[in-house]
């Protein structure tokens, strides 16, 4: 245990010993003993640059982990949101690591457990984001472990010489050192919640579905994100184009003779061109037999006695604006207002949706324009649509369903994609966290929406009835909106959501 000299708390690993150190959780200056930068795998370089995650070597003495660990190779986000999104960037080889926070690192302690998968598009984002700090779950009495895994070409480019979802690999190593590991952190190894946001609960989605990844964790949040898979085509354009501006093979053979400074410039530059939100190339999961063998959508609606839909229990959201921080930042929204009934027009191709839709929403936002209109309509096919399904499928472990709708008090951007995060983690006294939120955020809404997601992960029961297919969600905050044709499916027709705070 550490002292008042400062030495450090020691945890013994599989492959060897740890230090972290006891800190003070910021609201109740309760002691947690935090660990940062442990490794769960081998550093991907050289030959491992494209290969599946391997075992870390193991170390003698006690391995120093009081700081975060290198960062995953990524480029920056570009502007405007670099001042909406942190990212911190911690250079090093040895990626493939991960951060621990618990109120008792005692083996007896047998805790619930919750791992955090960070988003940001599979090609950015870190578990060094100060928004992801866990020492309040830490403090509620959740052991909390947060990760990093490969992002962009490294993790998710498509070789015909390495294996595909390298990203997920990752993860799925970093869940089977929590298996081995954890509960001498003083967590329960039967009792693991898997969460992520974004891009994370992309990845939920994918190891939900993934047969590597059953038994690993117990219950899954997925907060704005729907399980999904990308044509292949999509993810080879970016690996050519990549190629290309290289002037090498499409190869992981050859991609791993080039610098990574320069891989990395290349991949900025496909980047740029990238348009995953209206249907164009992009770095993502794929079906693939050694990792997602299947549409995980499809794989967990499917109907039969034993559907992997009903195995585990569900909690899953969105934001009531998502398409705000896709939109709003870089002025696109104000083009599709400037393009009147055009722009709904163009959101109906890309979504399918039909008039119907169109005018419902028009009946529920009287005061929405165009822009507004083509955002919700893709917010919906995007997230809400598939995350419905996944809720309406459920038949014996439960879903439960929310909805964000506390608006930013960043002029613009509402109930944006991931607004939540700091309520969530309840880091809300954060600076970043007022990047995206404001500097005026109630503290009572935190209050509400951590403790559900604690609840859980301790219980299974977040704190409001399941979802039975007709709706409302439960909603945090306000103001609250009506979804006209999203909720039209119940019995009731349209429903206003329960609000949990004014």
């Known amino acids: 245990m550490e002292q008042a000299d400062g030495s450090l708390v020691t945890v013994v690993t599989r492959y060897g010993t740890v230090g972290g150190r006891f800190e003070a959780e910021a609201?109740?200056?309760?002691?947690?003993?935090?660990?940062?930068?442990?490794?769960?795998?081998?550093?991907?370089?050289?030959?491992?640059?494209?290969?599946?995650?391997?075992?870390?070597?193991?170390?003698?003495?006690?391995?120093?982990?009081?700081?975060?660990?290198?960062?995953?190779?990524?480029?920056?986000?570009?502007?405007?949101?670099?001042?909406?999104?942190?990212?911190?960037?911690?250079?090093?080889?040895?990626?493939l690591n991960l951060n621990v926070w618990t109120p008792d690192p005692a083996r007896s302690a047998r805790l619930p457990v919750m791992v955090w998968i960070h988003g940001g598009s599979l090609t950015r984002g870190s578990a060094a984001v100060p928004v992801y700090d866990g020492a309040s779950f830490a403090r509620d009495g959740v052991v909390l472990v947060s990760l990093n895994y490969r992002l962009g070409v490294l993790g998710y480019g498509l070789f015909p010489d390495a294996p595909p979802n390298r990203g997920l690999l990752d993860q799925i190593a970093a869940l089977e050192w929590v298996r081995d590991n954890i509960e001498a952190f003083g967590g329960?190894?039967?009792?693991?919640?898997?969460?992520?946001?974004?891009?994370?609960?992309?990845?939920?989605?994918?190891?939900?579905?993934?047969?590597?990844?059953?038994?690993?964790?117990?219950?899954?949040?997925?907060?704005?994100?729907a399980p999904e898979v990308l044509p292949r085509d999509r993810v080879r354009t970016m690996v050519r184009r990549m190629a290309s501006l290289l002037k090498v093979p499409a190869t992981a053979a050859a991609f791993t003779a080039v610098d990574r400074s320069v891989l990395l410039t290349a991949q900025a530059a496909v980047l740029k061109r990238s348009g995953l939100l209206f249907g164009g190339p992009a770095f993502g999961l794929v079906t693939d037999p050694g990792s997602v063998p299947s549409d995980p959508l499809e794989a967990l609606t499917a109907s039969g006695p034993d559907r992997l839909s009903d195995r585990i229990p569900l909690l899953l959201g969105w934001t009531t604006e998502e398409y705000r921080l896709w939109?709003?930042?870089?002025?696109?929204?104000?083009?599709?207002?400037?393009?009147?009934p055009l722009a709904p027009a163009l959101a109906r191709l890309r979504t399918g949706k039909d008039r119907a839709a169109v005018r419902a929403l028009r009946t529920m936002?009287?005061?929405?324009?165009?822009g507004e209109i083509a955002g919700?309509?893709?917010?919906?096919?995007?997230?809400?649509?598939?995350?419905?399904?996944?809720?309406?499928?459920?038949?014996?472990?439960p879903g439960h369903v929310y909805e964000f709708a506390w608006p930013s008090g960043v002029p613009g951007m509402g109930c944006c994609h991931a607004l939540e995060l700091g309520f969530v983690f309840d880091t809300l006294a954060v600076p970043e966290a007022a990047w995206l939120a404001g500097s005026e955020t109630p503290q009572a809404l935190a209050d509400a929406m951590h403790s559900a997601w604690v609840s859980f992960a301790v219980t299974g029961d977040p704190g409001w009835a399941p979802w039975d297919g007709s709706g409302p969600p439960k909603v945090f905050g306000g103001p609250v909106a009506e979804y006209g044709q999203d909720w039209q499916d119940g019995p009731g027709g349209a429903t206003k959501p329960e609000r949990v705070l004014p």
Request: net charge positive.
């Open 376 to 397: 919700q309509l893709i917010t919906d096919r995007l997230l809400r649509d598939p995350l419905r399904r996944l809720a309406d499928a459920r038949r014996t472990a």
């Open 365 to 370: 936002y009287p005061a929405a324009g165009p």
């Open 327 to 340: 939109l709003a930042p870089t002025g696109t929204l104000r083009v599709l207002d400037r393009l009147g």
């Open 188 to 225: 329960d190894p039967d009792r693991v919640t898997v969460f992520g946001e974004s891009a994370g609960a992309i990845s939920v989605g994918a190891l939900l579905a993934a047969p590597r990844a059953a038994g690993l964790f117990a219950r899954a949040v997925m907060q704005s994100g």
């Open 27 to 95: 609201r109740t200056g309760r002691r947690v003993a935090v660990f940062r930068g442990i490794p769960y795998a081998a550093p991907p370089v050289g030959a491992l640059r494209f290969a599946a995650p391997r075992p870390p070597a193991a170390w003698d003495g006690v391995r120093r982990t009081t700081e975060f660990g290198p960062t995953a190779p990524k480029v920056p986000n570009p502007p405007p949101f670099d001042r909406l999104l942190p990212d911190p960037e911690v250079p090093g080889d040895d990626c």
